[in-house]
């Protein structure tokens, strides 16, 4: 059974930085694309990052493009996503995402984690 946890959100301040880490387990994690997906009260979940199996490519949504990084160890099983000058609007529940292809929409997710909260206050 695939396993994804999400760890390190919370409540920061903005312009404030947080680190989200994932760690995977069940399935052959080299053979996945990873990715980083949100979900804010009252809208649709959202495509943040992406990382393809061997870290040759990343991907972003223009939002977060300059601010968020995305990174994976495959010696761990755990990808990460680095977010730095935070603003009120990246306040969303974020979600790890696995997919057997690049994943920059949640219909080209095979797995997701259960999510972390992220709160940025002005």
């Known amino acids: 059974q695939v396993h994804l946890v999400e760890s390190g959100g919370g409540l920061v301040q903005a312009g404030d930085s947080l680190r989200l880490s994932c760690a995977a387990s069940g399935l052959t994690f080299s053979h996945y694309a990873m990715g980083w997906f949100r979900q804010a009260p009252g809208k649709e979940r959202e495509f943040v990052a992406a990382?393809?199996?061997?870290?040759?490519?990343?991907y972003y949504a223009d939002s977060v493009k300059g601010r968020f990084a995305i990174s994976r160890d495959n010696a761990k099983n755990t990808v990460d996503l680095q977010m730095s000058s935070l603003k009120p609007e990246d306040t969303a529940v974020y979600y790890c995402?696995?997919?057997?292809?690049?994943?920059?929409?949640?219909?080209?997710?095979?797995?997701w984690g259960q999510g972390t909260q992220v709160t940025v206050s002005s």
């Open positions: 995402a696995a997919g057997a292809v690049t994943i920059v929409a949640p219909k080209m997710v095979d797995y």
């Open positions: 990382i393809s199996w061997r870290s040759s490519n990343t």
